[in-house]
Structure formats: C-alpha cells, structure tokens
C-alpha cells in the first residue's frame, strides 16, 4: 500500500457518487483517489511525507468540467484590449481611441467581449463608429458571442471580403456597415489567427485562470493550430490541465484519413469528437428560428448547413468512429440537428451532443432522450441575456424566453446534461449559481443537479465518467475546496470562490495551510 501525497481531513466532501454521496475525508497518491469516506478512512493512507490538511467543514467537490470552452482560443486573446467593461457605445469607442497605440504602424487593434445588450445606445458597433477611432490602423472588434465582429473601413480594405458573402452586411445602397458575421467573419479570423507558437505560449496564462475557478478539464473546441499549440504546450510540459479535443469539422478527412478514433490520447489530452455549427447566435439574430425574431420580425436567422448537407457531415462523423457535437441554439436549427441524427439511427450510446439546446420544445428533448443525445448547456447565459428584460427577452419576447434553457426539464425527460461555459465567461461556480438561481422554473436546479452537471455531467460526455466527475476510489485526483457552502447559502454561490484547486492530487492553485 502506497503513502498517500494529500490527505484532507474535517471537510464536508461532496463525492457525486450516488452510493456514497457525502464523507469527510479524501486521500490522494500518485495521481489517483487512493480512499474517500470517515477520517480514519483517509488518514490510514498517510506515511511519514504525507501532507494533512484539516479543512474545518470546508466543501469538497470534484474538479469542475467545462464541457464547452476555447481556452486555446483564448491564448490569442491574452494582449486584446478588452471591452467587457463598457457601459456604453460611446465608452467601447474611448477605450478603443485609447487602445490605438496598442497597434503598430503596420499592426491590428483587435478587441473584445463588447456587448451591445448592456448599452442605452443598444446597437452594434459600425465601421462608421470605429472610423472615428482610426482611419490609419485596422481596427476589429469582436461581439461577447465571438459570431460577429465590426470592422473599420482601413480593415475592410485590407480584408478584401466579397460584398456577396454570407454576414457580409452592407445598406441598401450596398455599403458595408462594418458587420461581420459568420462566413465573412470566418475571413477576417482567416487572416489574423496567430500561430500555434503564440497561441501555446499564452496558453499557461489562460490555464492558469481557469485552474484558479476550479477547472481541472476543458473540453475545447479546436482548430488545427490550436491542436498544435496543445502539443507544443505538451511537449515543454506546461500543459496545466486536462482537455478534450473537439475538433472542427473541417478536419474531420484528416481524422478519418488517420483513424484516429474518440478517446485517442491518454488522460491529459486526448479526442474528444467533432464539432459543428448549425447556426448562429441570438444576440447577432444568426440563431435559426421557426418563427420570427422578435425585434426583427423579417428575420428567422440562418442555417449554416442545408439540412442534407448537415446529414452527411454527422455520418461522417459517426462513420469516422466519432462523436458529434453539434452547435444548435434556436429551435428550427436544433430540429434539423434532431432530425439528421434520426435519419442515421445512430447508436443512442455514441453519446452525440448538441451545444447550448437553448430553445428547445418538449418534444424535442423527449426525442434527445431516446436518441441519447447529450445536451450540453451554458447556463452562465442565463444570467447574461435570460433574465426579464434582457437580450433574450427582445430577441425572442416574454413567451419564449420563459421557455429557454429548460434544465429542469432536460433532466426530467432523461436526457443527459453537461454544463459548460463557451467563455462567456468562465467560471462554474457563475454557471450552477444561475442554474440554481433562474429566474424561470423550467430552468432552476437543486444545487446537487447543478454541481453534478459540472462535473459527473461533463465527465459522461468525455466518456470518462469511470475516472472523473466523482470523487471515488480509483478515479483522477481532481478536487476543488470551496470558500463558501452552495448547499447552505444557494442564493450567494456566484459570490463565493474556490480556495484551492487540486489537480492530480497536487495543490494546482491556491493555498490550504497545512494543519499536522
């Protein structure tokens, strides 16, 4: 019997592990979960080098799994100037005014996170307003959603984007506003996206937040830079956390020209499956709706792919020996997700997924179940856009955005939930506070629902629900120490914070002082 490296003692751990729901005490050693239950349970695994740490009732949960993100992504984001502070248009524009000198003579200002919603002006941003920013140095500034961005006329002349290109928006007289969305946006990310160097060099920065907020696993959607930047992260052994891959499509010949299959890799960083988009956003109206926008009546969003073509991509996928995880946000497109995956009679337990479900009906999520379909949800959104009043509630009006995000029930119906956060920003504790905290009753969880959908819920998604998502004997040694208890202040879990976050049965961030 081995030593164990971390005991912790006098804790009030919440295992989700539904035979064994709660105990006091944890051992860690060599990686792995050596015991969990009483104090005496734990602490026999101690040697002379163990570390104890006596907790005084501080909660325990398993690390937390964001079933959903881009921190690779983010690495590019690391020097951006940020707008997600802005109250209004005319503050995004100082802060950029202010910004320029971020950019060489011969260099971009790129920003991010601006959110029009949270403005009295409560419009985009216009190659007309950041003109008056620059009219020398190209400037691009990114939506909080990443589904559009606005462009000055110096970056429109450098980007060179065929007016007839799908989110190229132009006036009636056929003058570009500046907007980009979709596959004009997929242009300028073309000729900006940094190289798998920078990205993996930044990348310890952005992990090292997310290890901070409790993340000990990401699944990330990746490019094939990012994919690279993985592995030069890798290779010089400053990959801090765990991640699975979700690539994107357009690798999906090379995957299945290789064979790699789900779960190529090994416990740090491994194939998780394929992601694809079906739609847009509802903040940039790209969202695919079976009836009208609400402040846009004209409007009903778009399909990324006809629906044929979605077909194929998905038996491919499967063919391919891989998951799906299909980007679907408003109901026509999530029906066609719904759809393709019928056609196909996949196997329910290939575990495919739909990203974000945010406007489902219920039907939809009774045929999800029998499909085996993985919803897998951000419910930091509801916060941002769902409350009355807001984002959601113009996109959509008061009656149907009472009917988005329905957790509760998802889960009722049987369909498997896993909670992520697409950035927006990152942070679990955030996400379970307003899946607890809703303000429709379709949407609200217990808080054991909402912790386990960060957690065992991501972990089944990965296929990793054996090894991670509990805290049991055998799995990963991925714990989070909680400042605050969200089984006995609910209404105050977004204040609280993470104390230490354990990764591989280390102290990864954060501080617990030693007691013995």
């Keep these: ?202 990348f310890e920065t952005v992990a090292g937040r997310a290890l901070s907020l409790g993340i000990t696993t990401v699944h990330d959607v990746v490019g094939h830079d990012e994919i690279r930047a993985y592995q030069i992260a890798r290779a010089a052994g400053a990959l801090p956390l765990r991640a699975n891959l979700l690539a994107r499509d357009a690798l999906l010949p090379h995957l299945a020209a290789v064979g790699l299959m789900r779960g190529f890799g090994d416990e740090w960083l491994r194939l998780g499956g394929v992601k694809v988009f079906s739609d847009g956003s509802l903040g940039a109206r790209t969202a695919a709706l079976e009836e ?52 196909l009679a996949i196997d329910p337990g290939a575990r495919h997924r739909i990203e974000h479900a945010e406007l489902l009906h219920p039907e939809q999520i009774t045929r999800m179940a029998r499909l085996g379909i993985v919803a897998s949800c951000q419910p930091n959104f509801v916060g941002n856009w769902s409350l009355p009043g807001g984002l959601y509630e113009r996109r959509l009006g008061p009656e149907r955005n009472a009917l988005n995000n329905p957790y509760r029930e998802i889960l009722r119906r049987g369909v498997a939930l896993a909670f992520g956060s697409d950035g927006m920003p990152y942070g679990p504790l955030e996400g379970i506070h307003w899946s607890v905290n809703a303000p429709f009753q379709g949407q609200r969880l217990t808080v054991d629902q909402a912790m386990s959908a960060y957690t065992l819920g991501g972990a089944s998604a990965g296929f990793e629900e054996g090894a991670k998502g509990s805290l049991v004997s055998g799995g990963v040694a991925d714990a989070v120490v909680l400042d605050g208890n969200p089984w006995q202040a609910p209404e105050h879990i977004r204040t609280m914070r993470v104390s230490a976050t354990i990764l591989s049965g280390r102290i990864a961030k954060g501080n617990l002082a030693s007691s013995r």
């Design 292 to 343: 009208p926008y609400a402040d846009d009546p004209l409007e009903r969003g778009m399909l990324i792919h006809p629906p044929i073509e979605l077909r194929n991509i998905l038996a491919g996928i499967s063919a391919a020996g891989l998951p799906s995880a299909v980007h679907a946000i408003g109901d026509r497109a999530i029906e066609v997700v719904i759809e393709s995956i019928e056609s």
């Design 1 to 202: 019997m081995r030593d164990a490296d971390l005991v912790l003692v006098d804790a009030e751990i919440h295992t989700m592990d539904p035979e064994h729901p709660l105990a006091k005490g944890i051992a860690f050693g060599g990686g792995r979960i050596l015991g969990v239950g009483t104090n005496a349970q734990a602490e026999k695994w101690a040697g002379r080098t163990t570390e104890i740490i006596e907790l005084g009732r501080k909660v325990v949960v398993p690390g937390f799994i964001d079933a959903h993100a881009h921190l690779m992504e983010s690495a590019a984001r690391v020097s951006n100037l940020d707008l997600g502070g802005c109250v209004s248009l005319a503050a995004a524009v100082e802060t950029l005014r202010r910004g320029v000198a971020r950019a060489g003579p011969q260099g971009w200002l790129v920003a991010d996170d601006w959110d029009e919603s949270r403005w009295p002006e409560g419009r985009y941003l216009t190659r007309n307003d950041l003109d008056r920013v620059s009219d020398t140095i190209p400037i691009a500034a990114v939506r909080v959603d990443r589904h559009m961005a606005s462009v000055n006329s110096v970056a429109l002349r450098v980007l060179q984007i065929p007016l007839g290109t799908r989110g190229f928006e132009a006036t009636a007289s056929g003058a570009p506003t500046g907007v980009l969305k979709e596959d004009a946006l997929e242009r300028m990310w073309d000729a900006l996206w940094p190289a798998p160097e920078r990205l993996a060099a930044g």
